[in-house]
């Protein structure tokens, strides 16, 4: 399909934009594409968005979501003015990129992470180099030892779900004091360590988390970042110049609920990890090969088949998982941990996929 670009500001035809995972508009679907929780969020989110139900919504919310901020605040032990609030972390990272990573020097960021990255470079006309992950999908810190405008680091990484432990961050923050670094934690909660403790000693830290994946809240578009008061200044003065209000009256009442519910968190998140074990040793059994995963996906290979043509076949069974064809990566599958049944049924379904593959007998 192509459009007229005639009336198009110049440079939009030249944008390559992010391309999120399929939201199916039917029913029946297994979706493990797209990283979300497969448990229900916190009843009291749900109660105290019910609250807000009311001709309250005349009015325009917070700009500053100051009860929302206090809340994150105190499970840091941070003080509101280390809190930054976005409509999502993908608005966050969308902020953070013009305010604190636009220099004559590039943006550091590994080959293999999170894709939206080089979108917001190229939206914003950020210069960047992308850092080889190592032989065995790891980030290794020495190969950021170089001059740079910035660096951003998924941590766990994502589509790998490896994670670097808070020791190698701080060694980066010791050696790297002249650019801002920013930590995706979108997935800390499902094993990761966080490096919101390293803020009040590293002023060029960002923690970037969001409520979409450990809390269960990607349909309320919630996330923020943490750090020291000149940073967040920073994505304040940039967002106040795109949208004073970019979180409802709605999410923020549902956000502020969710970060107060630490069992919920918790018990969902110990649910995820339990059953990406399980589901790790499963694939084993069935000859996949996958990264260590502190995330509530794994990234999976077959070593006798095609990763395209098992997402083709496990879609004609109604199972959606996430394929990136990018180099390293082409014969990998991500899968989002779901429910253990989903997991069974996504397990029976690649056994069937396999035997009839192996009666075939003809290799990819
Ligand atoms: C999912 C994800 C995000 C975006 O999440 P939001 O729903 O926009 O908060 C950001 N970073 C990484 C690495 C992610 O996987």
């Not at 993908?90 to 990129?97: A, C, I, N, T, W």
């Amino acid at each position: 399909m192509s459009v007229s670009t005639k009336y198009w500001s110049a440079g939009i035809e030249l944008l390559k934009a992010y391309m999120p995972g399929e939201q199916p508009q039917t029913s029946g679907w297994i979706k493990l594409n797209t990283n979300e929780n497969p448990y229900p969020p916190s009843v009291r989110v749900l109660e105290a968005i019910a609250g807000g139900l009311d001709e309250g919504l005349r009015l325009y919310p917070d700009p500053n979501g100051n009860l929302l901020r206090a809340s994150i605040a105190r499970r840091f032990d941070l003080s509101p003015e280390h809190v930054f609030l976005g409509n999502g972390s993908d608005e966050v990272l969308g902020h953070v990129f013009p305010a604190l990573l636009k220099h004559d020097l590039p943006v550091l960021f590994p080959d293999i992470t999170y894709s939206f990255y080089p979108v917001y470079c190229g939206l914003f006309g950020i210069r960047h180099q992308q850092v080889p992950l190592d032989a065995d999908f790891q980030i290794r810190i020495s190969d950021y030892q170089r001059p740079n405008g910035g660096i951003v680091l998924a941590n766990p990484n994502a589509p790998t779900g490896v994670a670097l432990p808070l020791t190698q961050i701080r060694e980066l923050l010791t050696l790297n004091t002249d650019s801002v670094v920013v930590i995706d934690e979108a997935y800390v909660d499902f094993g990761g360590q966080s490096a919101a403790s390293l803020i009040q000693e590293f002023p060029q830290l960002l923690v970037v988390q969001t409520l979409s994946k450990s809390r269960s809240l990607a349909g309320l578009r919630a996330a923020f970042a943490l750090g020291q008061p000149h940073l967040i200044a920073a994505l304040e003065r940039v967002k106040n110049s795109f949208n004073s209000y970019p979180l409802d009256r709605l999410a923020l009442l549902g956000a502020q609920a969710a970060m107060e519910d630490d069992d919920h968190l918790k018990a969902t998140c110990e649910a995820v990890i339990h059953t990406r074990e399980g589901l790790v040793r499963e694939l084993s059994a069935l000859g996949f090969d996958t990264l260590p995963s502190q995330a509530n996906f794994i990234l999976t290979r077959h070593p006798l088949k095609d990763a395209a043509e098992l997402l083709r076949q496990l879609r004609e069974r109604k199972i959606l998982v996430r394929h990136f064809a990018l180099p390293r990566i082409e014969q990998h599958l991500r899968i989002s941990v779901g429910t253990p049944a989903e997991c069974q049924t996504l397990i029976e379904a690649l056994k069937d996929i396999l035997n009839a593959f192996s009666s075939e007998g003809t290799p990819p």
